[in-house]
């Protein structure tokens, strides 16, 4: 299983990124996919996830800025991110698991190396 995540760069605060994760070697449809984020010298916190059917769920401080979505024919999940603030700064981390509209780390098998977001003030 590869989870592949792009995206990452260099933006503005106020501005907006679109994050992908292209996944391989798993049946993407069957699985609920995540987005954490870890910021340096933070421990990694949940930050959205959909499930198979595309029911979504957010992280308080992400509600209204931030949309996941997925395109199961071309096993990809999205993040987009708009309105971004310098401490939205982190790395990305995409994650495929089973367990329904689950936060935490635990609940989840399979993880991308991550892409860094920097948000500069």
């Known amino acids: 299983v590869q989870l592949q995540a792009s995206g990452g760069g260099l933006v503005q605060a106020g501005g907006s990124l679109r994050l992908s994760c292209a996944a391989s070697?798993?049946?993407?449809?069957?699985?609920?996919m995540a987005w954490f984020r870890q910021a340096p010298g933070k421990e990694r916190e949940f930050v959205s996830v959909?499930?198979?059917?595309?029911?979504?769920n957010y992280a308080d401080s992400m509600k209204g800025r931030f949309t996941i979505s997925r395109d199961n024919p071309k096993n990809t999940v999205f993040l987009q991110m708009n309105s971004l603030k310098s401490e939205d700064t982190a790395v990305y981390y995409c994650?495929?698991?089973?367990?329904?509209?689950?936060?935490?780390?635990?609940?989840?098998?399979?993880w991308g190396q991550g892409t860094l977001v920097t948000v500069s003030s």
């Open positions: 994650a495929a698991g089973r367990r329904q509209l689950a936060r935490s780390r635990s609940n989840y098998d399979y």
């Open positions: 959909i499930n198979r059917g595309g029911l979504t």
């Open positions: 070697g798993l049946t993407f449809s069957n699985y609920v």
